[in-house]
């Protein structure tokens, strides 16, 4: 009977140990899968700052390129003075639109990514909550070994008796000694 009760609360208390264990390799998990996504997360971002500063770089060199042609086809129109001041604001203006725009974009994209990144945690941290509820404290583990121990000694007491009852057939395996 209590070799019974033993056993059925040593089992329960591995049982809910193993089970906590579990319960935080998970929380690890959920934890490195965080941290990768906020490492990607920056990658992105980064990724997207030097796509913008390219796109930036080569948008300057365009309109460069193209208000020195106005600027050489007016100079040799004989009409260089305020048709160049002309073209130089005109492609001026057009320039800080162009980069506005480029800006505006990879500024859009980055917030996009943040609020990516901030529901990534939340759900990390959820996931993390109900890994951390699964487990079981230490005062729950004994109720439960000791209700388990209760069990198998009930579980005992019936089998002596009924050991008993059956001739004493219960006395050749060692109940009731």
Do not use: C
Not at 139 to 166: I, K, R
Request: aromatic share 6%; net charge positive.
């Amino acid at each position: 009977m209590w070799a019974m009760a033993a056993i059925a609360a040593a089992s329960s208390i591995m049982g809910n140990a193993q089970a906590n264990k579990n319960a935080y390799k998970s929380q690890l998990a959920i934890n490195a899968g965080q941290k990768t996504a906020n490492v990607n997360t920056r990658g992105e971002m980064q990724e997207q700052q030097r796509e913008a500063g390219i796109g930036l770089t080569a948008l300057s060199m365009a309109e460069q390129r193209q208000l020195a042609k106005v600027v050489a086809s007016k100079a040799n129109s004989n009409t260089a003075g305020a048709s160049a001041a002309y073209a130089w604001i005109n492609a001026s203006n057009q320039f800080n639109i162009k980069e506005g725009n480029l800006i505006t974009s990879r500024d859009s994209m980055v917030r996009d990514l943040g609020k990516t990144s901030q529901k990534l945690a939340v759900n990390a941290q959820s996931n993390w909550n109900q890994a951390e509820s699964k487990k079981k404290s230490g005062m729950t583990m004994m109720l439960e070994a000791a209700m388990a121990g209760a069990q198998g000694y009930t579980v005992g007491q019936e089998l002596q008796t009924t050991a008993s009852d059956a001739g004493g057939w219960g006395s050749l395996l060692g109940f009731g000694k």
